[in-house]
């Protein structure tokens, strides 16, 4: 008799397959990092325009990135695979949860453009412990969803990013403040990203024919 196949154990390997090239910390790395970079960016830029087009510049470089590496990097290690059962009900979980931190972003923006709750000023350690509550769950449901342990670490460092930021709030010019918080938090999610990535890409060389 053949051996019994477990598929949900199959699907689990695929996911953990999924990242375990670490190019999603890379790029995560990438975007933090980035951010520590905005206030040099928008200094001269026109004032509803400046918090919005250095974010969407690096998610544009991303999406670019994961393209290109996926596609001609991973993929001719990995293989694609095609999703089950499994994968199919984990991505419409991680659509439920993407698409409710979005509305809630998109809900707060439109809340401060009509001008409700512009009077309220929400600074220091409560700030941080709101947008803690509301960012670290997200990520923790994601980490779990995607059995991607790393993304807890990571989010962790992203907060203690904002939380340095907050931190530094008065005794710190706000360009070096950023680059002190976003930058090097960012940066060390960048490095352990390469670091993965690097070993990854030695653990699993092109196949010769690929080479050729």
């Known amino acids: 008799m053949g051996e019994n196949i477990d598929l949900r154990k199959i699907e689990k390997n695929i996911l953990k397959m999924a990242h375990q090239h ?3 910390d890379l790029l995560i790395g990438f975007m ?7 206030p040099f960016f928008r200094e001269g830029l026109p004032s509803p325009y400046k918090y ?7 998610i544009i ?33 991680l659509f439920i949860v993407t698409f409710i931190q979005v509305a809630i972003h998109l809900i707060f923006v439109i809340l401060l453009v009509i001008g409700i709750g512009s009077g309220i000023h929400i600074e220091g350690f409560m700030f941080m412990l709101i947008i803690g509550l ?3 769950p997200i990520f923790a449901i994601i980490a779990y ?6 993304l807890y670490l990571i989010a962790i460092l992203i907060w203690l990013a904002i939380f340095i930021n907050e931190l ?16 090097i938090l960012g940066g060390i999610i960048f490095l352990m990203g390469l670091v993965i990535f690097i070993r990854f ?3 699993y060389p092109l196949p010769k024919e690929e080479l050729v």
């Open 201 to 203: 890409l030695k653990k």
């Open 145 to 150: 969803l995607m059995k991607y342990p790393r």
């Open 168 to 183: 530094l709030y008065d005794p710190i010019d706000y360009r070096i403040r950023w680059l002190l918080s976003y930058g």
């Open 52 to 58: 919005f087009l250095w974010p969407l510049i690096l």
């Open 61 to 93: 470089i991303t999406y670019i990135l994961t393209f290109f590496i996926i596609k001609y990097v991973i993929q001719p290690r990995t293989g694609v695979a095609k999703p089950g059962p499994s994968l199919k009900s984990m991505k419409r979980k």
């Open 32 to 38: 933090v990092m980035g951010m520590g970079f905005a």
């Open 22 to 24: 670490g190019f999603f």
């Open 134 to 136: 509301f960012f670290l």
